[in-house]
Nanobody
Framework: QKQLVESGGGLVQPGESLTRSCAAS????????IGWFRQAPGKEREGVSC???????YYSESVKGRFTISRDNDANTVYLQMNNLQPEDEGVYLC????????????????????????WGQGTLVTVSL
């Protein structure tokens, strides 16, 4: 059974950092595109960052320059380093994996509107507050 297990959520103060992890089990991430999405109350799901197996990455304008997506194929894990977190970054963060889509931007844009993907992580809450 394919699963994505997330860790690294929590409560931080504005300006602080968090690293989210998304570990795959039951399959290898090598040939998958991976994305991080966030869902805030009352807002549409946003594709925060997506990457392909060759390292090409897409970032939404709201996180560009602050967030970094990376993957460790040996560990079968994808990471999202989030720096200078702000209250508007709050939400449930989910990772997703899929072998389709033409590229990282397409993955992020498509899954922001549609939830159809091979594997979703369970989602964890990130809270940014004093």
């Amino acid at each position: 059974q394919k699963q994505l297990v997330e860790s690294g959520g929590g409560l931080v103060q504005p300006g602080e950092s968090l690293t989210r992890s998304c570990a795959a089990s039951g399959f290898s991430l090598d040939s998958y595109k991976i994305g991080w999405f966030r869902q805030a109350p009352g807002k549409e799901r946003e594709g925060v960052s997506c990457t392909d197996s060759e390292g090409e990455a897409y970032y939404s304008e709201s996180v560009k320059g602050r967030f970094t997506i990376s993957r460790d194929n040996d560990a079968n894990t994808v990471y999202l380093q989030m720096n200078n977190l702000q209250p508007e970054d709050e939400g449930v963060y989910l990772c997703a994996a899929d072998r389709g889509f033409s590229g990282p931007y397409t993955m992020c844009a498509t899954l922001a509107r549609s939830g159809h993907v091979e594997v979703w992580g369970q989602g964890t809450l990130v809270t940014v507050s004093l």
